[in-house]
């Protein structure tokens, strides 16, 4: 069943649900599905299905599914194991086009449960029915109401509708975004908790909602990435719709990864990885919990913003006084007010402009002031951005302190409120106004910075098709493995300018090639068989003539050899010694969760203490590459820091973009590849790559 | 007026308060004092001064101060400017103990504010008077109550009582944390807002309460720091009482330290030296203003906890795994259950043991069963704290959900509970109850790091008074200016390893002392009035011998001439060079708000730019200098990091403290010193001082 229409129908508007398992012990949990779309006012029919009962919750019973006539849109498997798996079969069989699982117990859960998981995975195959889960606790819609799900947070009295939606690896968390949500006047339009992802994937289903009328806004709380292609599609699709996505993802520490693996028996990708897919196809990621329901509303509805320039506005110094902080701690500059804002306040007996933040004090807390000031930042071309920060009045007098900030919803510009007290109502009335308020300085410091730097979806220019050059260094490479010649052969070919050098079959034929690239040379042992050439002997530097390097070979290849006596030894490389200002190191892999990425970090072991990398999915740009440089901190080194020389930046640029082409499709078997290290020389003297390996296959 | 008694009991339990400018008109906040006196119950006598009533709000109005007959406690004064001065000059002479000041104006208020401060401090000085404020929105104590304030979130129709304290340097602030704090069911015991501190300042007060019966915590928002010296004997005598000290300080960015200057006249200090004085003096310091809220009820009533493993059960694993994610972010080690749990569990049909979290599942949803896991998890020597995550449950049955936690209220070993719905009634139930409860993973991730890693007041030993050396070295220096071989001469004496080098008064003499030393060697102007020596063309490195040296030596002089023809040159210094494994600095410096202060650093270009330092107030014991070694990242270069070669970290942790000795009184003209580079050398082979500068005076 792959017609989009359908599927988005049959998930979110069924008209016929069939609960398999379904229970009227309220103490189960197999009851709450029918129970929750009862309360909530479902207007389909209910078909509840157990062989024990012929009634349920006063509504007639079936024995099994084939007693049931009619289509069935969804049916919700509220068994377990083997007769959950039982059931999905006659689901398929039967043509019910969607079907939910709601136990765990699969590969969340050891050998056998992975066993039981790939039955449900050929179920599918076999019959073409559509699933969510297994461990999924449910799919809800707001309006028409469909409360399908056996999350106990849906025990509310009144289920909110909104216009966002949330897809989420974590079941819980659905109930948690719901109520955290509801205390503050949000609600959803969908809420699905996707489970173990054998079928239906986060990808998908936000991808459905990209086209869903009733979404403004797809939020996902993820654990792992599944349908990585699939997401991404959607995340384009939906930035070109003017919807945000907006995730928030566990594993971030190392202890969360191992966790996110072990809940839901998902593979956890590193979450560099994680941030550059984001980058790369224009999802915003937050790293507060709490920011997943607070970013939204700053971003739905609006232009793209860009800049990182804002301006503060407040009644309450101390309080305004965080918000600065944490914006600036974010990497937002707080710019001050305008000449014109100035001017106005001062007959007001307000003093503005000597600090960077305008604090118009108790004395301008009067809605004109405030709605004139607002008015004025908001016009401001100075700023990118505006934030005003309430204090008590609006906790004591809501209306009154909300009034002239309403009067600002729906601006092109962003514009967020900061509430220094607990003032629920004014921030429900805020809400409800369609205005972007938030509760703490360090949530709405990262709202605002996710929103004036917010990816959007790249489009990779100026990369070129692999040459002939290169498909023919990758075939010899394969065909011989890929010593560090034959590894920077293909560096060469992708166009990479790489150390003269020559290789030579034996010690004697050295020296003419020391005459041939011009002393001082480095000597390397040529062998596919050793990957660490310096532990086993097999590298000399800084070598000053011909004679010397022959006298070097002889007893580096004695050495090697009482190293490693079964290596095929292929001779030597003789290569020219280079010097830089600072040594790069370019990675590529292709992640198993992302696909292919490339890295670029400062060489040497003081870059590996400080972790200091950039990563993005390749192949990239010359302009993204840039962009990738600037993130390096360590590289400051070559862009000017403190007069230092400046090195040949646009020429790393070119480098990290065509090393990244090792993700084109003709070149899937370069599994793995590094240069270690490239040299950057001065301005306009380019880069040269001194070593590297390559991984094929 | 210095007996802390009686300055305790005006600031906190006044008897009779004189308002001076109160008003009648609730539209005005100088109305506010009398208006929330009264609301909140005041049993004792209001004193409302005002020339053209006769009576306000009730209560019998005095012309001025002279028409009030005995003693005053406290007098709020809330008239501006030189009114404001004036009526605290008639507080003094009348012998009003305490006097606070509502109006802004002064120092915070450019050069005419500064100089009317300047009027305040004199007649503090003069008659004697304690003053809060200028800038003071007030004082509050909630048992018995006195609402003297005006801050609007005093409007409350119920304060609070509670066990905790707020000083502010805001005034808003208070405001704020009375209704946030209100709003979880928390209440405070004293709040006060210190204003610009012209007298009575955060530590004092804060001094006050380490003695108030009704104060269990205090907790700081700050601007700034004024009277460190108070604040530090403060905070060690909390910490002897079990009270704890928890500090939320702005300032974490540039902006925000340019906002705390200009909002409240203060010097705002640099964020680093401000976190080496909570260090050194047991302040927890926290980074996000919930957890000034949140942080208190880990801490309080409990012995001091130390250690990084921290247990984590749940019955809902997705905000489990948010909490877990966050606690190994913040530097949390994540331990799994005991045998006998998983034991105990496993005939229950609880799997837990796989991963490190408790996974009890909605299955384990059970009183008993949370009850008893967290029981064995509490008395298990292989965690060092625990934490219990609660799902949907706390948010539709409270009761029950709170009811297995609240047993553990109390427990020596911190326990906390994080929410993962928004429950506001089991948040409250939990607070009451005694056990600490949290909304963020993010602040509950932040109170446990602080809790089980809360700095305590340091007590330095092991560090020697200045030698006789020393003091003839320092003045030696003074006398004769500072060059890099006095300022060498300084270090040496405080018992720092130094470059073996000789000083010659001219070129000839070079080769004679390169013969002594032993070459290779560096050569250096000498000359006080040369700080940029290299710029100058005044250093030259890895001379051979001693006739390349005097060759050297006589270009270099004309070299210095041409680039300084006023410098007074007093020759050479020869130096003998020396080579270690890690370049350091030593960074000594009396900062303006927290005294002598030792950073260490890697030295170079990269350090800086990933400003990569540990600071500490001076001096520091070898311990401490050990601890500082650890928090430099990328010393881990000496400290073993992939098998590279060990420094000699214990010599380097000797010199650090040696030469944290210029904090000595004896030493107090040294205002500024570096070593620059200090050689690190392997294990046993100690560190050498190559270089460095002295600042006197």
Same mark, same amino acid.
């Given at each position: 069943?792959?017609?989009?229409?359908?599927?988005?129908?049959?998930?979110?508007?069924?008209?016929?649900?069939?609960?398999?398992?379904?229970?009227?012990?309220?103490?189960?949990?197999?009851?709450?599905?029918?129970?929750?779309?009862?309360?909530?006012?479902?207007?389909?029919?209910?078909?509840?299905?157990?062989?024990?009962?012929?009634?349920?919750?006063?509504?007639?019973?079936?024995?099994?599914?084939?007693?049931?006539?009619?289509?069935?849109?969804?049916? @919700?498997?509220?068994?377990?194991?083997?007769?959950?798996?039982?059931?999905?079969?006659?689901?398929?069989?039967? !043509?019910?086009?969607?079907?939910?699982?709601?136990?765990?117990? &699969?590969?969340?859960?050891? =050998?056998? +449960?992975?066993?039981?998981?790939?039955?449900?995975?050929?179920?599918?195959?076999?019959?073409?029915?559509?699933?969510?889960?297994?461990?999924?606790?449910?799919?809800?819609?707001?309006?028409?109401?469909?409360?399908?799900?056996?999350?106990?947070?849906?025990?509310?009295?009144?289920?909110?509708? /909104?216009?966002?939606?949330?897809?989420?690896?974590?079941? %819980?968390?659905?109930?948690?975004?719901?109520?955290?949500?509801?205390?503050? /006047? $949000?609600?959803?339009?969908?809420?699905?908790?996707?489970?173990?992802?054998?079928?239906?994937?986060?990808?998908?289903?936000?991808?459905?909602?990209?086209?869903?009328?009733?979404?403004?806004?797809?939020?996902?709380?993820?654990?792992?990435?599944?349908?990585?292609?699939?997401?991404?599609?959607?995340?384009?699709?939906?930035?070109?719709? !003017?919807?945000?996505?907006?995730?928030?993802?566990?594993?971030?520490?190392?202890?969360?990864?191992? #966790?996110?693996?072990?809940?839901?028996?998902?593979?956890?990708?590193?979450?560099?990885?994680?941030?550059?897919?984001?980058?790369?196809?224009?999802?915003?990621?937050?790293?507060?919990?709490?920011?997943?329901?607070?970013?939204?509303?700053?971003?739905?509805?609006?232009?793209?913003?860009?800049?990182?320039?804002?301006?503060?506005?407040?009644?309450?110094?101390?309080?305004?006084?965080?918000?600065?902080?944490?914006?600036?701690?974010?990497?937002?500059?707080?710019?001050?007010?305008?000449? /014109?804002?100035?001017?106005?306040?001062?007959?007001?007996?307000?003093?503005?402009?000597? /600090?960077?933040?305008?604090?118009?004090?108790?004395?301008?807390?009067?809605?004109?002031?405030?709605?004139?000031?607002?008015?004025?930042?908001?016009?401001?071309?100075?700023?990118?951005?505006?934030?005003?920060?309430?204090?008590?009045?609006?906790?004591?007098?809501?209306?009154?302190?909300?009034?002239?900030?309403?009067? &600002?919803? +729906?601006?092109?510009?962003?514009?967020?409120?900061?509430?220094?007290?607990?003032?629920?109502?004014?921030?429900?009335?805020?809400?409800?106004?369609?205005?972007? =308020?938030?509760?703490?300085?360090? %949530?709405?410091?990262?709202?605002?910075?996710?929103?004036?730097?917010?990816?959007?979806?790249?489009?990779?220019?100026?990369?070129?098709?692999?040459?002939?050059?290169?498909?023919?260094?990758? *075939?010899?490479?394969?065909?011989?493995?890929?010593?560090?010649?034959?590894?920077?052969?293909?560096?060469?070919?992708?166009?990479?300018?790489? *150390?003269?050098?020559?290789?030579?079959?034996?010690?004697?034929?050295?020296?003419?090639?020391?005459?041939?690239?011009?002393?001082?040379?480095?000597?390397? $042992?040529?062998?596919?068989?050793?990957?660490?050439?310096?532990?086993?002997?097999?590298?000399?530097?800084?070598?000053?003539?011909?004679?010397?390097?022959?006298?070097?070979?002889?007893?580096?290849?004695?050495?090697?050899?009482?190293?490693?006596?079964?290596?095929?030894?292929?001779?030597?490389?003789?290569?020219?010694?280079?010097?830089?200002?600072?040594?790069? $190191?370019?990675?590529?892999?292709?992640?198993?969760?992302?696909?292919?990425?490339?890295?670029?970090?400062?060489?040497?072991?003081?870059?590996?203490? @400080?972790?200091? =990398?950039?990563?993005? #999915?390749?192949?990239?740009?010359?302009?993204?590459?840039?962009?990738?440089?600037?993130?390096?901190?360590?590289?400051?080194?070559?862009?000017?820091?403190?007069?230092?020389?400046?090195?040949?930046?646009?020429?790393?640029?070119?480098?990290? %973009?065509? &090393? %990244?082409?090792?993700?084109?499709?003709?070149?899937?078997?370069?599994?793995?590849?590094?240069?270690?290290?490239?040299?950057?020389?001065?301005?306009?003297?380019?880069?040269?790559?001194?070593?590297?390996?390559?991984?094929?296959?």
């Amino acid at each position: 069943m792959n017609d989009p229409n359908v599927l988005f129908g049959s998930l979110f508007e069924p008209k016929r649900i069939a609960l398999i398992g379904a229970s009227a012990d309220a103490a189960k949990t197999t009851s709450r599905p029918q129970r929750f779309l009862q309360k909530h006012g479902f207007a389909g029919e209910i078909l509840p299905v157990n062989p024990s009962r012929s009634e349920i919750l006063g509504v007639p019973a079936f024995r099994d599914l084939d007693a049931i006539a009619g289509e069935i849109d969804h049916a @919700y498997i509220l068994l377990n194991g083997r007769a959950a798996v039982a059931a999905l079969e006659a689901c398929g069989r039967r !043509g019910v086009k969607v079907a939910s699982i709601l136990a765990g117990g &699969f590969a969340d859960a050891g =050998a056998d +449960g992975a066993s039981l998981q790939g039955d449900l995975s050929r179920i599918v195959r076999e019959t073409g029915i559509r699933l969510v889960g297994p461990n999924s606790i449910g799919t809800v819609s707001t309006d028409p109401p469909v409360a399908l799900t056996a999350n106990a947070a849906f025990a509310v009295d009144r289920l909110r509708a /909104g216009n966002w939606a949330v897809v989420s690896q974590s079941g %819980s968390l659905i109930g948690a975004l719901l109520s955290r949500a509801d205390a503050r /006047g $949000i609600g959803f339009s969908r809420l699905v908790s996707v489970g173990n992802e054998v079928d239906l994937a986060v990808g998908e289903i936000a991808d459905l909602l990209v086209a869903d009328a009733r979404t403004d806004a797809i939020l996902l709380f993820m654990e792992t990435l599944r349908d990585g292609d699939r997401l991404a599609r959607a995340a384009r699709r939906a930035h070109a719709a !003017g919807k945000p996505v907006i995730a928030y993802k566990l594993g971030r520490s190392e202890a969360g990864q191992e #966790l996110a693996r072990s809940h839901t028996g998902a593979i956890a990708g590193s979450d560099a990885t994680f941030d550059a897919f984001c980058r790369r196809h224009g999802i915003a990621r937050v790293s507060m919990f709490e920011s997943l329901v607070d970013v939204p509303s700053l971003l739905v509805g609006r232009p793209l913003a860009r800049g990182r320039r804002v301006a503060v506005a407040t009644t309450t110094g101390g309080g305004a006084a965080m918000v600065v902080d944490n914006m600036a701690v974010a990497g937002l500059d707080i710019v001050g007010p305008p000449r /014109g804002l100035v001017d106005w306040l001062k007959p007001l007996g307000i003093a503005a402009g000597d /600090g960077r933040l305008v604090d118009l004090t108790l004395a301008g807390a009067k809605p004109d002031i405030v709605a004139g000031t607002l008015e004025r930042l908001l016009a401001d071309d100075g700023n990118d951005a505006v934030v005003f920060v309430v204090g008590s009045s609006a906790q004591f007098n809501p209306e009154l302190a909300v009034e002239p900030l309403l009067r &600002f919803a +729906g601006t092109r510009k962003p514009f967020a409120v900061a509430l220094t007290p607990a003032a629920e109502k004014s921030l429900a009335l805020l809400t409800a106004g369609g205005v972007a =308020a938030f509760r703490q300085p360090e %949530s709405c410091a990262e709202a605002m910075a996710l929103c004036l730097q917010r990816p959007v979806p790249a489009v990779v220019t100026g990369v070129a098709e692999p040459s002939v050059e290169a498909l023919s260094a990758l *075939a010899d490479g394969k065909r011989s493995g890929f010593d560090e010649r034959r590894a920077t052969a293909l560096f060469a070919a992708l166009g990479i300018p790489v *150390a003269k050098s020559a290789a030579v079959p034996d010690a004697r034929r050295v020296v003419s090639a020391v005459q041939e690239i011009g002393a001082p040379v480095a000597l390397k $042992i040529l062998s596919a068989d050793i990957p660490h050439k310096t532990e086993a002997g097999g590298v000399a530097l800084g070598i000053p003539d011909g004679q010397a390097a022959a006298v070097v070979a002889r007893e580096m290849e004695r050495k090697v050899k009482a190293h490693a006596p079964h290596a095929r030894l292929e001779g030597f490389l003789v290569q020219k010694m280079e010097r830089g200002l600072a040594e790069v $190191i370019l990675g590529f892999r292709r992640d198993p969760l992302v696909g292919p990425t490339v890295t670029v970090g400062l060489g040497g072991v003081l870059a590996e203490i @400080y972790k200091d =990398a950039s990563t993005r #999915l390749a192949p990239v740009g010359e302009q993204e590459a840039l962009e990738m440089i600037l993130e390096v901190k360590g590289l400051a080194t070559i862009r000017g820091f403190r007069g230092m020389r400046k090195g040949d930046v646009a020429a790393l640029a070119r480098a990290i %973009s065509a &090393f %990244s082409m090792l993700a084109h499709a003709a070149l899937a078997e370069v599994s793995e590849a590094e240069i270690n290290p490239l040299l950057v020389k001065g301005e306009r003297e380019g880069v040269v790559a001194v070593d590297g390996l390559v991984i094929a296959g």
